[in-house]
């Protein structure tokens, strides 16, 4: 991986339906690197995103350990309503670096750029390098169809852009009972199997992206089959970053 002054931190950028559990991943990734469960960013369902700001989360090494080498992105969940969610101009732009840290989202009218921003191309550190769409296991068969239209219009720029796509599959706790009886039966279940392939299919991505997770939510303790499963998702994460350094680097980008 790029690192120093060029790319101090790969950048990843969460996306997903309202509810989905992109803050709930930055939680959960935060509680294990900090040895015990913590709620940082606001999490739950109100029938609307809970996250109205761009968001850049990094995670650090212990409690008062430095900053480890990637940033988790939180955008406002997208939704299947035309003018509700995140507004995709919106992640086009983030995509290239342009949006700050707690710009507020408005899903009519999506972020201008000054006179300035338009005439040049900002650094390789303040792009977008992989991103990963997050959806709950339990709600997949009933997403409609207009989101999956904005997810794979969204797609359609990253494969433009060149930018890796991961997809994380939370809650298969709660959609599968063998599942939620014991964690380590999660690539034992047919059930999520059928539906990691069913989002490979549908995002067009190969089915060794796909990540079934669970997130910590009402857990007061740590767990090592759930950590296990966050932290493969994770590492993965930044290998994918590392392909885009790779290909950038070789003037592919």
């Not at 650094?123 to 068969?141: E, G, P, Y």
Request: with cysteine; aromatic share 10%; glycine share 6%.
């Amino acid at each position: 991986m790029l690192c120093g002054t060029l790319v101090p931190q790969a950048r990843i950028l969460l996306v997903g339906p309202v509810g989905a559990g992109k803050s709930s991943f930055f939680n959960s990734i935060n509680s294990i690197f900090r040895d015990n469960i913590i709620s940082e960013a606001e999490t739950g369902y109100k029938g609307t995103s809970l996250t109205l700001k761009y968001r850049t989360f990094p995670v650090k090494a212990g409690q008062d350990g430095p900053p480890l080498s990637f940033l988790l992105c939180d955008t406002m969940g997208v939704e299947d309503i035309e003018y509700r969610g995140v507004n995709t101009e919106d992640i086009y732009s983030i995509l290239k670096g342009h949006i700050p840290d707690n710009y507020t989202f408005n899903p009519v009218s999506p972020w201008q750029p000054a006179d300035s921003q338009t005439k040049y191309q900002l650094s390789l550190a303040d792009r977008i390098h992989c991103v990963v769409f997050v959806m709950d296991t339990k709600k997949l068969n009933a997403m409609q169809s207009e989101t999956w239209l904005k997810l794979r219009k969204i797609q359609q720029k990253l494969d433009s852009y060149e930018v890796p796509l991961l997809v994380l599959l939370t809650q298969v706790d709660k959609a599968c009972p063998h599942v939620e009886k014991n964690i380590t039966n999660v690539y034992r279940s047919c059930y999520i199997k059928d539906l990691i392939y069913k989002v490979s299919d549908c995002v067009g991505i190969p089915v060794s992206q796909v990540f079934p997770v669970k997130n910590y939510s009402h857990e007061i303790a740590l767990d090592t089959c759930c950590d296990i499963l966050l932290l493969t998702a994770m590492q993965q994460m930044l290998n994918f970053a590392d392909n885009y350094f790779d290909n950038f680097n070789n003037g592919t980008e």
